[in-house]
């Protein structure tokens, strides 16, 4: 399995909270991705990562920031967390060696009450 | 924009039950195709992946065959297990800037019953 954790694995939060989900890798892949899954959505592209420091927006990134200082992190945050960010957040991570095929981490299922 | 639309779950079978589901997909120039499968609790594990007209990717018994002329990529199994019940997602990308950007379709949810 690729190297990759996610921080917390669940938490629940208040509307109105600032919330940050952390990612790491172990495998130095360039590439790094946080999706959001919701029912009959399958997974949709919040931000990306093309290099340290190096972020763009994805599919639906209103209401997200993210950052990478370093090549293993890659940080999502809400920064006042709304009910309709309740959803599973999924890190991935790709590199060009590798196909660009994504590797994904185990998730972050998040609840905003 | 790229887009992919996969079969309505959930699909219910019996074991040993032959298993088709269905993918088309809408994109500009030659994207790479994927079927990734979903297990609870768990994130995505790439299944299979298809990078140009015609290929065939297969794994663990599972096959999908790229048709450039159909815009499809559709998953088949010849004989299910219950091992097999899960979420699968098919998705297509196009390499650009973020490396391999992927544009997801739904989810279709199988179900196998013993």
């Known amino acids: 399995d690729a190297g990759i954790t996610q921080s917390p694995r669940h938490k629940v939060t208040e509307t109105g909270t600032p919330v940050t989900l952390r990612c790491h890798q172990t495998?130095?892949?360039?590439?790094m991705y946080w999706y959001r899954q919701d029912p009959g959505h399958g997974l949709r592209l919040i931000h990306y990562s093309y290099g340290v420091k190096d972020t763009d927006k994805g599919e639906v990134s209103d209401g997200y920031s993210v950052s990478r200082s370093k090549t293993e992190d890659f940080l999502l945050t809400l920064e006042s967390a709304t009910s309709s960010q309740t959803s599973v957040y999924f890190c991935a991570i790709s590199e060009r060696l590798a196909g660009y095929e994504q590797y994904f981490g185990p998730g972050t299922r998040l609840t905003v009450t | 924009g790229d887009s992919v639309t996969q079969m309505e779950g959930p699909v219910t079978l019996s074991e040993e039950a032959f298993l088709t589901i269905n993918c088309t997909y809408t994109a500009t120039g030659y994207p790479s195709l994927f079927w990734y499968v979903q297990y609870p609790g768990e994130g995505l594990q790439l299944l299979l992946k298809a990078t140009k007209a015609d290929d065939k990717g297969s794994n663990k018994g599972f096959e999908a065959t790229y048709r450039k002329e159909t815009t499809s990529f559709h998953l088949e199994k010849g004989s299910v297990q219950v091992s097999d019940s899960a979420v699968y997602f098919c998705?297509?990308?196009?390499?650009?800037?973020?490396?391999?950007?992927?544009?997801f379709g739904g989810g279709t949810r199988l179900m196998v019953k013993p």
């Open positions: 998705a297509l990308s196009a390499n650009n800037n973020a490396g391999n950007m992927l544009t």
């Open positions: 495998e130095n892949h360039r590439y």
